[in-house]
């Protein structure tokens, strides 16, 4: 049984920085995050490799956010900088047993719970 546990969103003023971190057993997959805003569809946001050695971000959030993950501790990360009130949303870890990093949110198997990112202006 594979499980997902996010943690580190919270309320925080437009520009401010948070990171978020997904703890996760079992084997080493391809990790993403993505997020999902209140009438809107979730969204692919970063995603990284096995290794760490490769990394995929959506262009909303080029430049300003980083994805990483430490194999030794099975846990991911998403270093959230320069928050923008359009990044308020529900962020999610999920995880693909697949090849490569996907954008599809279908093609990952195993989710998180969630956390809970508000940006104010």
């Known amino acids: 049984q594979v499980q997902l546990v996010e943690s580190g969103g919270g309320l925080v003023q437009a520009g401010d920085s948070l990171r978020l971190s997904c703890a996760a057993s079992g084997r080493t997959f391809i990790m993403g995050w993505f997020r999902q805003a209140p009438g809107k569809d979730r969204e692919f946001v970063a995603g990284i490799s096995r290794t760490g050695g490769s990394t995929l971000y959506a262009d909303s959030v080029k430049g300003r956010f980083t994805i990483s993950r430490d194999n030794a501790k099975n846990t991911v990360y998403l270093q959230m900088n320069s928050l923008k009130p359009e990044d308020t949303a529900v962020y999610y870890c999920?995880?693909?047993?697949?090849?490569?990093?996907?954008?599809?949110?279908?093609?990952?198997?195993?989710w998180g719970q969630g956390t809970q990112v508000t940006v104010s202006s």
């Open positions: 999920a995880a693909d047993t697949g090849p490569i990093v996907e954008v599809d949110p279908k093609r990952y198997e195993y």
